[in-house]
């Protein structure tokens, strides 16, 4: 498996407080190997994806083998959700990248055969986005998204408002749902979620 597209980039969204579990989700042991920074650069590695990880923690960095096809980018405003963080992707990529796929760090499940049916649900149509959904939630920061005019104003005018929520900028663009298991998609954002993952295992 392997995407071949040109202005298609991946971002994995590594910035977060992690204030819930206690400590930095980024760097928890990975049930695969390494952690869930590294386990996420290697599925889209597999895909051969041009890769960035959003993050201000130094610590990203240092865990990051040079040889892995990533690079980091500073958040411009950190802990500020990930709204703001997408809209600076589309800021900083619009005038070189079509579409970008996002994932999260703290879904450990997800998997690179996971991600290229991702991928194949929106190759049909590219002018939607797509979103994973697991039957009962909608899973906006597992998704694919095109980079254009009407996508970014509508953007840029929810964050203006004061508004911050994902679903409702996803709400008000074209976009389609990719549907998987709801344990794929597993977001894990307390110890205690962590410990009932890790008992499933």
Known sequence: MEIKLKKFKAFILAGGKSSRMGSDKALIKHHEGGNWLTHKIKILNNLNLETFVITNYTSHLKEVDKRNNVEFISDAQPFDGPLTCIEQIF?????????????????????????????????????????????????????????NEENHFKLKKKLSSGKKNFLGWVDQIPHKYFYAKNGDLININSKGEFLNMNNEI
């Open 91 to 147: 800021s900083s990529f619009k005038k070189t990248t079509q579409n970008i796929l996002i994932i999260p760090v703290d879904m450990p499940n997800l998997n690179t055969k996971l991600i290229y049916s991702l991928f194949k649900s929106w190759e049909g149509n590219q002018n939607f986005a797509v979103i994973s959904h697991d039957g009962n939630f909608a899973q906006p920061l597992f998704g694919i998204y095109p980079i």
